[in-house]
């Protein structure tokens, strides 16, 4: 498709096992953006891609949080030993622009992946 | 750091009631300002942005003005519809344009 695709869409897992998330960038897209928006709260940014490098790490909550991004293009956010705060829905955005135009310009998002640790 | 405070909600409204969302920032320089707005079972979709001050945007009939004397950007419309009903979030990027920093989200509910 067109847009930033995610998986999975839905994941329930027990307290301490590890997760991956999935996200698809447009195609072209060089910035991509991992934010987590908690029931109740707004989007809290986790880690930003240039490329494959991620010059700002510092949103990621814990060391358990771990995120990488290959051939510049396919994300994936790790969570380790996952435990039940990390409940949530993962939003993965990305964008043309990136820092090169002074401003993120226009961010793309995807519906998310919901995050249930029981 | 930089943040984003706007008002909670729900805010209800009747079909063409006039809408306001009040947004303030606190940032350092002079960041590009924008909303965000969540449709049910959707993705976030940027409406609309200013990225300097006294600059307008507007899309859908909606507008907001880059106020840097009061470090604002309220949302407004002149006639909602049953269609806007979303969550709406304000959101900032910071000087070097690598992240944008979002406000805690205002669900609008438009009741016919």
């Known amino acids: 498709g067109a847009g930033v695709s995610q998986s999975p869409s839905n994941k329930v897992t027990e307290k301490g096992k590890d997760v991956e998330l999935r996200c698809d960038p447009i195609s072209g897209h060089t910035a991509l953006y991992w934010y987590r928006q908690s029931l109740g709260q707004g989007l809290e940014f986790l880690i930003y891609?240039?490329?494959?490098?991620?010059?700002?790490k510092s949103g990621l909550p814990s060391d358990r949080f771990s995120a990488e991004r290959t051939g510049g293009s396919v994300s994936t956010l790790t969570i380790q030993r996952t435990q039940q705060e990390d409940s949530a829905v993962y939003l993965c955005?990305?964008?043309?622009?990136?820092?090169?135009?002074?401003?993120?310009?226009?961010?793309?998002f995807g519906e998310g992946s919901r995050l249930t640790v029981l | 750091g930089d943040s984003v405070t706007q008002m909670e909600g729900p805010v209800t409204l009747s079909e063409e009631a006039f809408l306001t969302i009040n947004c303030t920032y606190t940032?350092?320089?002079?960041?590009?300002l924008f909303w965000y707005v969540q449709y049910p079972g959707e993705g976030l979709q940027l409406l609309l942005k200013?990225?300097?001050?006294?600059d307008k945007g507007s899309n859908k009939g909606f507008e907001a003005t880059y106020r840097k004397e009061t470090t604002s950007f309220h949302l407004e419309k002149g006639s909602v519809q049953v269609s806007d009903s979303a969550v709406y979030f304000c959101?900032?990027?910071?000087?070097?344009?690598?992240?944008?920093?979002f406000g805690g989200g205002t669900r609008l509910m438009v009741k016919p």
């Open positions: 955005a990305s964008s043309l622009a990136g820092s090169r135009l002074g401003f993120p310009g226009e961010l793309f």
């Open positions: 940032a350092t320089g002079y960041p590009s």
């Open positions: 200013a990225t300097k001050a006294d």
């Open positions: 891609f240039q490329g494959n490098s991620a010059p700002d």
């Open positions: 959101a900032l990027s910071d000087n070097a344009g690598n992240m944008l920093t």
